[in-house]
T-cell receptor, first 112, second 113 residues
Framework: SQQGEEDPQALSIQEGENATMNCSYKTSINNLQWYRQNSGRGLVHLILIRSNEREKHSGRLRVTLDTSKKSSSLLITASRAADTASYFCATVASGSARQLTFGSGTQLTVLP | DSGVTQTPKHLITATGQRVTLRCSPRSGDLSVYWYQQSLDQGLQFLIQYYNGEERAKGNILERFSAQQFPDLHSELNLSSLELGDSALYFC????????????FGPGTRLLVL
């Protein structure tokens, strides 16, 4: 079963705008990772944030983590048509487990 | 390119049949994970192997089995296939540290008719 939910389920914006996606999860975590999936293709790793980190940047991506609320957000700035994809958050639970538990994903459409 | 390879890319088979999916991890990665992505269940963890040994099990059906060989490649065997087994099957690999990134292969799309 999935760890949590992402919202919104779908997001449509104009090129150049910022896109924000939110993820909630249920259990204590070791880290949280964001992945992108272009239609029916493989998952591309975007960023990993550890449970003791609050914010992380990578290029146009900014991820925040609030472990007290068990939530994370992914911000994509100055979006491009090529950013159109599904975005998933995935958590690694605290302890010895290493497998990812995925959220339900956000479908982002960036209109040119 | 993640460095993880999966074969075949597509597989079409009939109910009741058995198929084998193959995965080669990134060079140096000892951990291999299998995930299933379907429309109704989303992305779900199936099973993990580390250096040839089963390490963790998720929502894997008894009809499914996997193994990791000495050269670290892994195979996922799906038997007595049902229509509901139609899905994308992903393999991922990583190191074994707690903060390791998992790198995903391109997936095998299975269609059971």
């Amino acid at each position: 079963s999935q760890q949590g939910e992402e919202d919104p389920q779908a997001l449509s914006i104009q090129e150049g705008e910022n896109a924000t996606m939110n993820c909630s999860y249920k259990t204590s975590i070791n880290n949280l990772q964001w992945y992108r999936q272009n239609s029916g293709r493989g998952l591309v790793h975007l960023i990993l944030i550890r449970s003791n980190e609050r914010e992380k940047h990578s290029g146009r991506l900014r991820v925040t983590l609030d472990t007290s609320k068990k939530s994370s957000s992914l911000l994509i700035t100055a979006s491009r048509a090529a950013d159109t994809a599904s975005y998933f958050c995935a958590t690694v639970a605290s302890g010895s487990a290493r497998q990812l538990t995925f959220g339900s994903g956000t479908q982002l459409t960036v209109l040119p | 390119d993640s460095g993880v390879t999966q074969t075949p890319k597509h597989l079409i088979t009939a109910t009741g049949q058995r198929v084998t999916l193959r995965c080669s991890p990134r060079s140096g990665d000892l951990s291999v994970y299998w995930y299933q992505q379907s429309l109704d269940q989303g992305l779900q963890f199936l099973i993990q192997y580390y250096n040839g040994e089963e390490r963790a099990k998720g929502n894997i059906l008894e009809r499914f089995s996997a193994q990791q060989f000495p050269d670290l490649h892994s195979e996922l065997n799906l038997s007595s296939l049902e229509l509901g087994d139609s899905a994308l099957y992903f393999c991922a690999s990583s190191g074994q540290g707690a903060q390791e990134t998992q790198y995903f292969g391109p997936g095998t799309r299975l269609l059971v008719l």
